[in-house]
Each structure stands twice: as C-alpha cells, then as structure tokens.
C-alpha cells in the first residue's frame, strides 16, 4: 500500500474517531421548561418552591421527616433532570433501606454542631439499596440528597417485602426464618393509629 494512500485512510479514520468523540455526551434539554398546556404563560410562583420553608417553622420531629421537591411537588422541574429531598433525622432514628429505581442519589448529611459528611451510594444502572441511621442518641441529623432526575421515585424494600401481601410461609422460608418472625415483623410496619 503507497504511503499516500496509508495517510489518506489515517487521517479519515482520525477524523471520524474525533467527531464520534466530539458528539458523545449528555442530549441537550430541548426546552428550557416544559409547562402544562393548560397554562402556557405561567408566572413566578411557577417557578419558585416553598415546600422547604417549613424546615424553620416546626420543632425537631420526633420521627424522621422528609420533604421533597420532585415534579409531583415543583412541576417546574419538568425536563430539568433534577430533584431534591431534604431528611431530618431525630437522634436514634433511621431511613429504611430502600432504592430510587429512575435516578443515583447523592447525600450530603449534616450532625449538629458543625460536622459535614459527603456520603454518595453506591451508583450503577441499576438500582442499589440505600439507607441512613442517626446513631447519636442526643443530636438532630439533617441530609440533603440530589437526584439526576425530576421523578427519582423511591422504593421502600422493608414495606415491599413485608406489606405486599406475600404469602408469610413464603417468607419465613425465603429468610431462613419462622412465620411468628415474618408475623412480628409485619406488624412493625403496621400503619400506627
């Protein structure tokens, strides 16, 4: 093969490595808001959540509370790709675990006075359990967690499990348990009056 020629494929193939490598990458949004058609001027309250607010008005709950700004509670985030959730954790308390099966999660926890802990999940493209626990039987926790999507969902594994009408026999013998266990830990999970 002629040196020319060997260049001439070099470089084509160079080139098109290039451009595949140019246009690798996130799709642009195509919108920069997607609004309801049944409201096609919105105004600024369209744009702004409130739901965080209450953070400063209530008294430390006494078991964990989370508020969330997902599209259900801020329709703005409609094709932004983005959600929040903001967790207070009383001392001693816990967030099940569980998953978000459309979304990774990353957690930026808060233990009074002054201490900062940047905890990501393990990520992939499928879904991994999840869980926080404030061990301090004295101090309050708050996290902050960031989800890559507008409707991250959120499973919780003890409540699918245990509340999903599955037969407890098959329970007991999948976890290698007893039917008044799986019975005892159901009734744990029973709404409280």
Not at 35 to 48: L, R
Not at 89 to 110: D, I, K, Q, V, W
Not at 111 to 125: A, I, Q
Request: net charge positive; hydrophobic share 40%.
């Amino acid at each position: 093969m002629p040196m020319a020629v060997l260049k001439s494929f070099l470089l084509v193939i160079f080139s098109l490595a290039i451009t595949r490598t140019a246009t690798a990458g996130d799709p642009n949004i195509l919108t920069d808001f997607i609004v309801a058609t049944n409201d096609p001027n919105p105004d600024g309250s369209f744009f702004t959540y409130k739901g965080f607010r209450t953070l400063y008005r209530h008294k430390p709950p006494s078991t964990l509370k989370v508020l969330k700004a997902g599209l259900a509670e801020f329709p703005a985030l409609n094709g932004q790709s983005v959600s929040y959730a903001v967790l207070d954790y009383p001392a001693g308390s816990m967030n099940p675990p569980h998953t978000h099966p459309r979304s990774a999660e990353l957690l930026s926890l808060f233990v009074e006075p002054f201490k900062w802990v940047l905890w990501t999940p393990p990520t992939s493209s499928s879904p991994k359990p999840c869980k926080l626990y404030n061990a301090d039987p004295h101090k309050l926790a708050l996290a902050i967690s960031a989800f890559g999507s507008a409707n991250a969902g959120t499973v919780s594994l003890p409540n699918t499990l245990f509340a999903s009408g599955i037969d407890d026999n098959v329970l007991a013998i999948s976890f290698k348990t007893d039917v008044t266990t799986i019975q005892a830990l159901k009734a744990g999970l029973a709404p409280k009056p």
